[in-house]
């Protein structure tokens, strides 16, 4: 089981951490919205696919094609820990290796923001309050700590949901057998 948590744990930190590192650069070259969260969560998604092919292959090699539910759980969820692990430590790597680029992302990341809530049509009072929200999470994304839990917070949940699904779709065994 170890080994295949890893092997699978370590292909979707590595593929998530391809495409982090690919969406900085765009990010930095262009500065626009190219790092969106539509992007940035499909490339989760698709990273975070290894999940159900690590619950198939230990169902199919190591427990004769069945797979009950929560093993399959338990398998999702730790390939999920490792891979959202590496997610945080490369924005973490990021940080540390370029923190202006890190700065202007984040800057963006809020003009961004403020914008989108003036596009809605939002009232005075509400485009302070948005400003507000937004510097108050700027200030605490200054902390480490909670930036990196923050950045798993990000990933954890896409991963639990696919562990889910995958973990229930995988228990029968007509579904692609071995």
Request: glycine residues 8%; positive net charge; hydrophobic residues 50%.
């Amino acid at each position: 089981m170890r080994r295949v948590i890893l092997i699978f744990g370590l292909l979707a930190g590595a593929l998530i951490s391809v495409f982090e590192i690919v969406m900085i650069g765009l990010w930095e070259k262009n500065g626009t919205a190219l790092h969106s969260e539509l992007v940035g969560y499909a490339s989760m998604v698709i990273a975070l696919s290894m999940v159900f092919f690590g619950i198939k292959s230990y169902r199919d090699n190591y427990q004769k094609g069945a797979i009950k539910f929560w093993k399959g759980v338990q398998i999702g969820f730790l390939i999920t820990i490792i891979a959202s692990l590496m997610y945080a430590i490369t924005w973490e790597t990021y940080n540390r290796v370029n923190p202006a680029g890190y700065a202007s992302f984040i800057n963006g990341y809020c003009e961004s923001y403020i914008g989108k809530v003036k596009a809605k049509g939002a009232s005075a009072s509400e485009v302070e309050q948005a400003v507000k929200s937004i510097q108050d999470m700027k200030k605490q994304l200054e902390n480490p700590v909670i930036r990196f839990g923050m950045t798993l917070l990000e990933i954890m949940p896409v991963g639990i949901i696919i562990t889910l699904i995958s973990a229930a779709v995988l228990r029968k065994k007509e579904l692609l057998p071995a």
